[in-house]
């Protein structure tokens, strides 16, 4: 990810330098008799079937100030230099060739002759370099380097004059449950989109208008709408839809509030946890077994603590995740935090997309902060950042004064729970440990002192247990009235990457997996007993068998 600095040295070496037809028909020239060119269906993809012409070629001049280029013509350079920089043998003849084409172009002029020459050199030797970087990210290199760097191609997000794509609710205000924002996706600005909301038996459909955001990193086309919900009452069925008359609405989506009264033994509040959960085929087990218990009625909210689609830089994957996912996240409320591949662009996707949907932090802090709270019964929820733009672990002095000054304002003791999230670790069995412990070295006294009772991260591909642990010290082997904080590390699933083996070294990590996974969590408090109670699963979604549990219980 980081090799990606060079990935401007190369557009501009090969703009420079001219145009496809021009390098393609020297290095065919040079090729040894009967040599096979080097192309691979593999590394190019085909065009974006979502592109027509009119917005994939744009002016190179505009954004560089070199010589027009189209998107074609990009796509074919920044393809063929990736095949080269895969043969040694190639790259090495297609380096004597660029020389060769140097001197040639600039036979008039020795300065610019030598310093073609002298970018060749210097390509020689970050070409691979840059391309090595690039093999385990999920992008179509040349159409995402084109968008992202020379900026002669779009990706839109959906179909002109499409319907409304992309649709999630989430809960916009950290207490009043009572509102909840929906957030949708079209090509182009559809004036008067709203939402629009009834229940059985409602005399009239209540609505409300969007208000409309959208990013042009990555060569992302569309426009992101979002609108609230408001008043609706506790237990209650709704119906919703999304759009306008003039250019087309939703499918009906009906969702359900919570009860007045939730998490008691007779209604416990049920919530997934996922992380690591990607566009690609490898999530469809934990899709299929999520929307399973988001149909059967089981589902209260989600929590996505990070890696949320992994799009990386290519925005077409953002768009086929939120359609992947829509069929459970359009019913019940879908909570994010950001995770290590949304840093494109300092988050701008990210914010524009899920972000700016979420509830604001209270109290008050940094208009770009990705961290808020959420109080749902009497169980609270604290969902912290964890990340920087450069792609470290961090827990800012800023954000952590904020999660102090926010605790200080709730009664533990009558709520007596709290469940803290976020993407990266403070303890992990396999990702060596130095980069929790820069965590640990942050927060986890604040976690301590606090009482976190239950901590969610992900990060890394499995699923990791832990007894109570302060300054890696067991502090018991149970969770009946735990000393310390629980964390639990599920980002098991399921991304192109795949999965991370497990193994304890430490008496701390009773268990772990490597299957594909998401967490199941139920909250209740026994007012009579005075007993909070957390039962904890761990679902392996191949299966659907449970394959891990254990049950939190503390007196309050």
Same mark, same amino acid.
């Not at 084409?101 to 210097?122: G, H, P, R, W």
């Not at 030797?125 to 090595?132: D, E, K, Q, V």
């Not at 010290?473 to 990457?497: F, S, W």
């Given at each position: 990810?980081?090799?990606?600095?060079?990935?401007?040295?190369?557009?501009?070496?090969?703009?420079?330098?001219?145009?496809?037809?021009?390098?393609?028909?020297?290095?065919?020239?040079?090729?040894?008799?009967?040599?096979?060119?080097?192309?691979?269906?593999?590394?190019?993809?085909?065009?974006?079937?979502?592109?027509?012409?009119?917005?994939?070629?744009?002016?190179?001049?505009?954004?560089?100030?070199?010589?027009?280029?189209?998107?074609?013509?990009?796509?074919?350079?920044?393809?063929?230099?990736?095949?080269?920089?895969?043969?040694?043998?190639?790259?090495?003849?297609?380096?004597?060739?660029?020389?060769?084409?140097?001197?040639?172009?600039?036979?008039?002029?020795?300065?610019?002759?030598?310093?073609?020459?002298?970018?060749?050199?210097?390509?020689?030797?970050?070409?691979?370099?840059?391309?090595?970087?690039?093999?385990?990210?999920?992008?179509?290199?040349?159409?995402?380097?084109?968008?992202?760097?020379?900026?002669?191609?779009?990706?839109?997000?959906?179909?002109?004059?499409?319907?409304?794509?992309?649709?999630?609710?989430?809960?916009?205000?950290?207490?009043?449950?009572?509102?909840?924002?929906?957030?949708?996706?079209?090509?182009?600005?559809?004036?008067?989109?709203?939402?629009?909301?009834?229940?059985?038996?409602?005399?009239?459909?209540?609505?409300?208008?969007?208000?409309?955001?959208?990013?042009?990193?990555?060569?992302?086309?569309?426009?992101?709408?979002?609108?609230?919900?408001?008043?609706?009452?506790?237990?209650?069925?709704?119906?919703?839809?999304?759009?306008?008359?003039?250019?087309?609405?939703?499918?009906?989506?009906?969702?359900?509030?919570?009860?007045?009264?939730?998490?008691?033994?007779?209604?416990?509040?049920?919530?997934?946890?996922?992380?690591?959960?990607?566009?690609?085929?490898?999530?469809?087990?934990?899709?299929?077994?999520?929307?399973?218990?988001?149909?059967?009625?089981?589902?209260?909210?989600?929590?996505?603590?990070?890696?949320?689609?992994?799009?990386?830089?290519?925005?077409?994957?953002?768009?086929?995740?939120?359609?992947?996912?829509?069929?459970?996240?359009?019913?019940?409320?879908?909570?994010?935090?950001?995770?290590?591949?949304?840093?494109?662009?300092?988050?701008?996707?990210?914010?524009?997309?899920?972000?700016?949907?979420?509830?604001?932090?209270?109290?008050?802090?940094?208009?770009?902060?990705?961290?808020?709270?959420?109080?749902?019964?009497?169980?609270?929820?604290?969902?912290?950042?964890?990340?920087?733009?450069?792609?470290?672990?961090?827990?800012?002095?800023?954000?952590?004064?904020? #999660? $102090? %000054?926010?605790?200080?304002?709730? !009664?533990? +003791?009558?709520?007596?729970?709290?469940?803290?999230?976020?993407?990266? *670790?403070?303890?992990?069995?396999?990702?060596?440990?130095?980069?929790?412990?820069?965590?640990?070295?942050?927060?986890?006294?604040?976690?301590?002192?606090?009482?976190?009772?239950?901590?969610?991260?992900?990060?890394?591909?499995? #699923? $990791? %247990?832990?007894?109570?642990?302060? !300054?890696? +010290?067991?502090?018991?082997?149970?969770?009946?009235?735990?000393?310390? *904080?629980?964390?639990?590390?599920?980002?098991?699933?399921?991304?192109?990457?795949?999965?991370?083996?497990?193994?304890?070294?430490?008496?701390?990590?009773?268990?772990?997996?490597?299957?594909?996974?998401?967490?199941?969590?139920? #909250?209740?408090?026994?007012?009579?007993?005075?007993?909070? +109670?957390?039962?904890?699963?761990?679902?392996?979604?191949?299966?659907?068998?449970?394959?891990?549990?254990?049950?939190?219980?503390?007196?309050?």
């Amino acid at each position: 990810m980081r090799r990606c600095q060079w990935c401007g040295v190369v557009l501009l070496l090969f703009t420079f330098l001219g145009t496809t037809t021009f390098v393609e028909a020297s290095l065919k020239r040079q090729l040894l008799p009967g040599a096979a060119p080097f192309h691979s269906a593999r590394r190019v993809a085909p065009p974006h079937p979502r592109l027509p012409s009119e917005v994939q070629e744009a002016s190179l001049a505009a954004a560089m100030g070199t010589p027009s280029m189209s998107c074609g013509e990009c796509r074919s350079i920044v393809g063929t230099v990736y095949n080269v920089s895969e043969n040694p043998a190639v790259f090495n003849l297609t380096v004597d060739v660029l020389l060769d084409i140097c001197k040639a172009k600039f036979s008039n002029d020795t300065q610019k002759a030598s310093l073609c020459e002298d970018i060749v050199k210097l390509g020689t030797g970050i070409f691979p370099l840059i391309f090595g970087g690039l093999e385990s990210l999920a992008w179509d290199i040349p159409l995402t380097f084109c968008a992202d760097i020379v900026k002669v191609c779009s990706e839109p997000c959906c179909e002109p004059m499409g319907l409304p794509e992309e649709i999630y609710i989430n809960f916009n205000d950290p207490k009043d449950l009572s509102q909840i924002r929906v957030t949708w996706i079209t090509l182009n600005q559809t004036q008067g989109a709203m939402v629009q909301w009834w229940h059985k038996g409602q005399a009239h459909v209540s609505s409300a208008l969007e208000a409309t955001r959208t990013y042009t990193a990555g060569g992302w086309i569309g426009v992101i709408h979002s609108a609230v919900m408001t008043k609706l009452a506790p237990d209650t069925a709704y119906t919703y839809r999304v759009g306008c008359d003039r250019f087309g609405w939703s499918e009906n989506i009906t969702f359900s509030t919570l009860p007045e009264v939730i998490g008691v033994p007779t209604r416990p509040l049920r919530v997934l946890q996922i992380a690591d959960m990607g566009y690609a085929a490898f999530s469809n087990d934990t899709v299929a077994r999520m929307a399973s218990y988001v149909a059967d009625g089981k589902v209260d909210f989600i929590i996505h603590n990070g890696d949320v689609s992994y799009a990386d830089a290519d925005m077409q994957h953002w768009d086929l995740f939120m359609n992947k996912v829509q069929p459970f996240t359009s019913v019940v409320p879908y909570m994010t935090t950001p995770g290590n591949h949304e840093l494109y662009w300092n988050f701008t996707a990210y914010q524009a997309r899920l972000g700016m949907s979420m509830p604001k932090p209270v109290p008050a802090t940094g208009s770009a902060a990705m961290y808020y709270t959420l109080t749902v019964g009497k169980f609270e929820f604290v969902f912290l950042d964890s990340e920087t733009w450069i792609d470290t672990g961090n827990l800012d002095p800023m954000q952590l004064d904020w #999660y $102090q %000054r926010y605790l200080d304002t709730v !009664n533990r +003791t009558d709520h007596p729970i709290l469940t803290v999230t976020q993407h990266r *670790p403070m303890y992990c069995q396999t990702c060596g440990d130095v980069l929790s412990k820069i965590l640990r070295d942050q927060a986890e006294t604040l976690f301590y002192q606090t009482k976190v009772d239950l901590h969610l991260s992900g990060h890394m591909h499995n #699923y $990791q %247990r832990m007894f109570p642990v302060y !300054n890696e +010290t067991l502090m018991g082997t149970n969770y009946t009235n735990p000393k310390a *904080p629980v964390y639990i590390l599920n980002g098991a699933a399921g991304n192109r990457e795949g999965q991370d083996n497990w193994r304890s070294t430490k008496p701390y990590f009773p268990f772990g997996s490597s299957a594909y996974g998401m967490s199941y969590i139920e #909250y209740s408090l026994d007012e009579v007993s005075r007993v909070a +109670t957390v039962d904890f699963q761990f679902i392996d979604t191949t299966t659907g068998e449970v394959a891990d549990a254990f049950t939190l219980l503390k007196d309050y």
